[in-house]
Nanobody
Framework: VQLQASGGGLVQAGGSLRLSCRAS????????MEWHRQAPGKQRELVAT????????TYEDSVKGRFTISRDNAKNTGYLQLNNLKPEDTAVYYC???????????????WGQGTLVTVSS
């Protein structure tokens, strides 16, 4: 199983992007999902989280009101909408998910390969 992240790119400050994270093959269920980012020369940081049913979300303070995390369980896909982007949002964005491969199994932790977001001033 792989998590395939996409949607990154180069955008001007104030612009928007929508990141996607899709499980590569049939799985039973995805539990909690997260988006992290790592800027050049910095440690990876948690940006947003979403519960399995989508009712609970959390955000890192600097992205509150600008980023929105969501998911489509029927498509085994998570999303991160990035609005009003700032140069300091430039980073590689990674999705992370707890995946249950088959009914009755434990969840396993998977990471996507990362997608680069570059915001120019």
């Amino acid at each position: 199983v792989q998590l395939q992240a996409s949607g990154g790119g180069l955008v001007q400050a104030g612009g928007s992007l929508r990141l996607s994270c899709r499980a590569s093959e049939n799985i039973f269920r995805i539990n909690d999902m997260e988006w992290h980012r790592q800027a050049p020369g910095k440690q990876r940081e948690l940006v947003a989280t979403i519960s399995r049913n989508g009712r609970r979300t959390t955000y890192e303070d600097s992205v509150k009101g600008r980023f929105t995390i969501s998911r489509d369980n029927a498509k085994n896909t998570g999303y991160l909408q990035l609005n009003n982007l700032k140069p300091e949002d430039t980073a590689v964005y990674y999705c992370n998910a707890r995946v249950v491969l088959s009914a009755g199994e434990y969840e396993y932790d998977y990471w996507g390969q990362g997608t680069l977001v570059t915001v120019s001033s």
